[in-house]
């Protein structure tokens, strides 16, 4: 049986500011999501939030890129949407950057991870979703989960890992592809992977028999509006266990923090904090970018649920085993901002293009003069 794991995401509006997803906004994809599961379009589903960005998280078995499920995506947006603009939220719509659905949700701002599946005998998921942050926030710790012994230890130990993995690396800026395999191109790997602006790590399966391990969003949004319109605050779904890495070692790299794209205007290098549900808000400064992780248990083509229906989830970064990182953010986060608007604290001038910058800069091109 193949069962679809879904993720979809969207700014729609914010509470004062770009920091939280208000409750009236979380309960209209709940809604919305419920009612689909009552006609059987879907089976399971969880809805929450990654800072400013509301989370659709659903598990059918329509497949990938399915109409169906992704206009209940659209449309769950859309009434949020309208839902901020009564309130006058900040932000109201961000991410939909088109006026009308046509069959398919990528392009038209929201960020979406699928992966469909065979269902194992037991068949452990983490859903990660980040905030204020860009597509190649997930290059590094999806490197370190599948090719690096120093965070997982089943690379060596395990004989069920020691074929590798391939990975699926996209070009945002040609828009091209390559599949590169670990161990044998780690350092060709390494090589795309920590060019964070140009290059994501879309998908990856398993060497020896293409089983599929995790897949991330890679949309831009910049590149989609022509401008700056927010970051791309992007998700991801990742297997563990039975010949794939341990849950715990998909979790390794989130011990210490690292420097990501984004923050405030989507225009700053930031320390990632790893955080539980309920620090989910990005105030200072419009940050520090955030990263939320969702573990659940497929079962018989949805989430493993209570009796009532409730579907069992781990908020798997709400734990102190994390708090390292969160310190580290904090210390990494002051620091930067003593840089004020000095680099490295601010982007490059290539990653500032789809910014505001560019019209401040605008009024004194005709002011220089040969040096």
């Known amino acids: 049986m193949k069962t679809t794991i879904s993720i979809i995401k969207a700014d729609v509006g914010s509470l004062a500011g770009h920091h939280i997803v208000p409750e009236p906004l979380l309960e209209i994809g709940r809604e919305n999501l419920r009612a689909a599961q009552e006609k059987a379009l879907i089976n399971s589903f969880y809805v929450f939030n990654a800072g400013d960005d509301l989370e659709l998280l659903m598990v059918h078995q329509k497949g990938e890129r399915n109409e169906e499920i992704h206009a209940l995506a659209w449309d769950t947006f859309q009434k949020a949407a309208n839902k901020a603009k009564e309130l006058k939220l900040y ?17 038209m701002g929201p960020g979406i991870a699928e992966m469909e599946i065979e269902e194992r005998r037991s068949d452990p998921i983490v859903v990660f979703a980040a905030d204020k942050t860009s597509a190649g926030s997930f290059n590094y710790p999806i490197f370190r989960i599948f090719a690096d012994p120093s965070s997982t230890a089943g690379l060596v130990i395990d004989p069920g890992l020691s074929t590798g993995f391939k990975f699926e690396v996209l070009d945002t800026k040609q828009n091209r592809k390559v599949v590169l395999k670990s161990p044998e191109e780690m350092y060709e790997l390494i090589a795309l992977l920590g060019n964070s602006n140009r290059y994501s790590a879309s998908r990856v399966w398993r060497a020896r028999d293409d089983l599929s391990c995790a897949v991330t969003s890679t949309t831009k949004l910049s590149l989609i509006a022509g401008k700056y319109v927010g970051k791309d605050d992007p998700v ?19 011990l210490h923090t690292y420097i990501v794209e984004g923050w405030m205007r989507g225009s700053h290098w930031g320390p990632l904090m790893p955080v539980g549900l309920s620090d989910s808000k990005c105030t200072a400064f419009d940050g520090p970018p955030r990263m939320v992780a969702i573990g659940f248990q497929v079962s018989n083509g949805g989430i493993a649920s209570h009796r009532d ?4 989830i781990a908020d798997l970064f709400d734990d102190p085993a994390f708090d390292m990182a969160r310190r580290e953010a904090q210390d990494i986060a002051a620091m930067l901002r003593r840089m004020g608007e000095f680099q490295p604290a601010r982007l490059s001038e290539e990653s500032m293009e789809y910014t505001t910058l560019p019209q401040v800069l605008e009024k004194l091109q005709n002011r220089f003069k040969p040096a």
């Open 91 to 107: 932000g109201a719509g961000q991410d939909l950057l088109k006026t009308a659905f046509s069959g398919n949700i990528r392009g």
């Open 236 to 254: 991801a779904i990742v297997r563990g266990q039975h010949g794939l890495p341990a849950v715990g070692e998909v979790l390794v790299p989130f």
């Open 309 to 312: 229906g409730t579907p069992l």
